[in-house]
Each structure stands twice: as C-alpha cells, then as structure tokens.
C-alpha cells in the first residue's frame, strides 16, 4: 500500500488482478504531454500563491521536461504502482527532484479535476489535427469534382435509375456531408475547450487559485463554472463520439456507393490497385477491401458511442471510476476515423472513372419527367403530364421498343394532340441536365456554384 499514492488510509495488500483491472496507464500514457503540460501550468498558478518558491517551481519544470524527453523516446520506464498517467508523472517527478518538491505539486489538485482537464487537452488536440486531415479529404473531392465536371450518369432513388445527373453533382453530396462534419466539428472544438482546472476533487480549491490563468495558459476559451460540472461532465467524450459516428455513416454510405458502381456491371469507376486486394483463390479477383473496412469499420465507431453513453447512463454525481471507461472507445474512435479519413482520400484521389460506361447506363426513360415537363411548357397541368409521359412509356413498351424516343410523331399525337415535332429535343441527357440550373441542382454552372460555397466554407 505504500506504494500508493493515496496508500495512507490502506493496511491491506490489493489483489494483483485488482491492479490489473484498475489500471488505465497502458492506455492514458497517450495522454502524457497534456498531463505534464497541466502540472507545469498547475505549479505556476501555485507559485502565484506562494505554495511553491520561484526555486521550486523551476526544479519542478526542469523535471517535467525530463519527463517529456522520456516518454517521446520510449525510454520512461513503468513501476508497480504507477495506476494511471498522473501518478506514474507524479512518482516519477519525486525520482528526478526530490519528494520534497515533487510532493506539493498536488496541492489542492485532484486526479479529478486533473483527469478532466487532460482529456479536454487531448480531445482538442486530436480534433483540430483531425480537422485538418478533413478538410484536405473534402479539397480531393472538389478538385476531382471540377476536373470531371463535363461527366454525365444516372441518379438514383430506391437504387432505381432515376434522372442524369452529373458525376460531379454526385461528388459534390459527399463533399458536402463532410463539410457539414467539418463545421459540427468546429463547434465540438470549442465546446471541450473550457477548462476543468482547479476545480478539486469536486467542491472547489481551498486556497483561491487564479482559475482564469490556469485555463489561459492551457490554451483554454473559458473556466468550467462549477466545479461538480468541472470533474463530472464527459459530454465532450460523447459529442466526439457522435460526431466519429455520424462521420462514420457518411463515409460507410460513400462506400457502398462506390462499391455498387466498380462490381462489373455498373462499371462506373476502378479503384486504383492501391487500395484493392486479390483473392487468395480466384485469380481474376480484384475486391474493393478500402471500402469494405470503411464501410464496416462505421459499426466499430457505433459501437464507441453506444458502449460508452451505457457505461456514464446512471453514475451519480460526480467522479466514479466508471468514468474511465471513457479513454478505450475515445481513442480506439478516434484512430479509425483518422485512418478512415486517409484511406478515403487515397481512394478517391486514385480511382479512375469509366465516362463511357456511365452515359451509357443513361437511358431514355430516365427522360419522362422531362417529357412531361415538355407539356407543362406547353401550359398542360403537371399532373395530367406526368399520366400522359406514363401512357408514352407504356406505349413504347408494349411496342418493344428501345425508349421513349423511338415513338414516331403520330404515335405520339395519338397519346396526346398537343405533342409537336419539336418533342425530340427531350431526348437530350445533356439537355435535361442543364435545365436544372436553380441553385442546388445538377447543371454545370449550379454544381460549380455548390463546389465554389464549400470551398469558401472550409476557409
Ligand atoms: N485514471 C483515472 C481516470 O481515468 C483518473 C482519475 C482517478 N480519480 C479517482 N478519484 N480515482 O478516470
């Protein structure tokens, strides 16, 4: 029990898996350069009460940055004892300048208020590292967007051949999706940038520490106005997860776009060999495992999310231990998504598209709401039009004909008198696209315009 921190209290030895299972250093040891980041500000906000001397404080500096030098070169090393990232920093602060120093850090300070503080450090970190990675995966999906804006294919509701629209419209709903993440991201950054310090282990520091240095020096926005929020509150941890998840989802469904159009007969794209694998049997195989692992890996992130909102659903207030059930599924989340990002932005900055496959699963049928459009231009009400498109396809089936624009002139005035020669002018796949120019739609100069506001917004 000496070996403890928190030893005094305690005369029995604790069961060895007991350590085992309370630990949390295999895994907050990520978190080391926020944990000596906040006790070197910690001790200066100290020093300012005159708990520590101006000497102390710099012994207690120069240990902090030997400490650093340790774990960046995977020299420190582990003892019994050391229960989690502050008390191993902690003991071994005593190791390099003495207890005697290294034994007031902690003063008025509690693994609570330290715990929350470096998780809001990392957090933010991570996600404004993240935020970058992001945003060049969303620049790949424009710039690729620009280069093939001349692309036409078919849109698709129900997975139904539904209306052409331009490629380039396709990517700009991703790119879109993913700037939405960006800006919902920008806010989580700025909700877990509040700081928790000097908070206590709950109720507050007795010794009046000047908490608005404290969070400036950490880089924080503002002070956690209650100290009980302070060591309690993990919704930054959730807001991140959710965030991971929904991001998730949006990258699962770009995959399984994408999967659908590279299998033969879609043919639309071809992933570059890079992110492609063989099969250990078939030796014509080429299989979209990228987008596999992104789409599958979108439930592992769930799974963070879930797990965790379950772990924190019905803890009292305030700190329990059940609270460091918060580290595994925040990194484990945090690490897929950033891979996911990476892998997404080679794939997509590497595949190659098939132009000539793609217009030709245009077909003409795809053009009866144009043909119904046709009429309304003719001053027919929409509803009787879109009956009269109906009545054409059903002729031209029934004809067996190849679509709707193989009917002759009569064929077409025997449906309805009011079709003129000039009805051959729908039958134009570029035609139909240009008319939908209104902003959001699929002509060239609404999907520049689209492609043009994303870009703004991600500077
Ligand atoms: N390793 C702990 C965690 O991650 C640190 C906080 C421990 N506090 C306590 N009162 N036991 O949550």
Partial sequence: AELRLWGGRFTGASDPLMDLYNASLPYDQKMYEADLEGTKVYTEGLEKLKLLTKDELSEIHRGLEIIKGEWASNSFVEKAGDEDIHTANERRLGEIIGRNISGKVHTGRSRNDQVATDMRIYVRENLKKMSEILKSFIETIINRAEQEIDVLMPGYTHLQRAQPIRWSH?????????????????????????????????AGHPYGIDREYLAQGLGFNSVIGNSLVAVSDRDFVVETLF???????????????????STGEFGFLKLADAYSTGSSLMPQKKNPDSLELLRGKSGRVFGSLSGFLM???????????????????????????????LIATGVVSTLSINADKMEEALTMDMLATDLADYLVRKGVPFRETHHISGECVRKAEELALSGIDKLSLEQFQAIDERFNADVTDVFDFEVSVERRDATGGTAKSAVLKQLATLRTALN
């Fill in 170 to 202: 396709w990517l700009s709903m991703y790119a879109t999706y993913f700037t939405e993440d960006y800006d919902r991201l920008q806010q989580i950054i700025e909700r877990t940038n509040k700081s928790p310090l000097g908070a206590g282990a709950l």
């Fill in 243 to 261: 965030w991971s998840t929904l991001f998730m989802n949006h990258i699962s469904r770009l995959s399984e776009d994408m999967i659908i159009y």
């Fill in 311 to 341: 772990s924190i659903k019905s803890i009292p207030s305030t700190y329990n231990k059940d609270m460091q059930e918060d580290k595994e599924p925040l990194f484990d989340a945090l690490t897929t998504v950033e891979h996911s990002i």
